[in-house]
Nanobody
């Protein structure tokens, strides 16, 4: 069973950057597909990015493509989300998620078995 802890959120001006980290417990991290989701007030949780368990494939929501980059470091049991050119509409609580191996659909929240507690990202205009 994996435990996930996010960090790196904060307040940034539009156009700025943040890097989120998600540290996972357990010895099988390298077999986990990892994803990032976000939820803004009054909105449903939405997919942001995912990386396959092998690290060979990455997936992004259209709204963040070209601005966000997901990566993983299996030696550190950590997945990262580098967020550049941030916009006010990126403001949300960002959640890290994990599941063993790759899902049929990386963008579906219910495909993931483990979730972190979330980290707040606020982008001012």
């Amino acid at each position: 069973q994996a435990q996930l802890v996010e960090s790196g959120g904060g307040l940034v001006q539009a156009g700025g950057s943040l890097r989120l980290s998600c540290a996972a417990s357990g010895r099988t991290f390298s077999s986990y597909c990892m994803g990032w989701f976000r939820q803004a007030p009054g909105k449903e949780r939405e997919f942001v990015a995912a990386i396959s368990w092998s690290g060979g494939r990455t997936y992004y929501a259209d709204s963040v493509k070209g601005r966000f980059t997901i990566s993983r470091d299996n030696a550190k049991n950590t997945v990262y989300l580098q967020m550049n050119s941030l916009k006010p509409e990126d403001t949300a609580v960002y959640y890290c998620a994990a599941r063993r191996f790759d899902p049929a659909d990386y963008g579906l929240a219910w495909e993931y078995d483990y979730w972190g507690q979330g980290t707040q990202v606020s982008v001012s205009s």
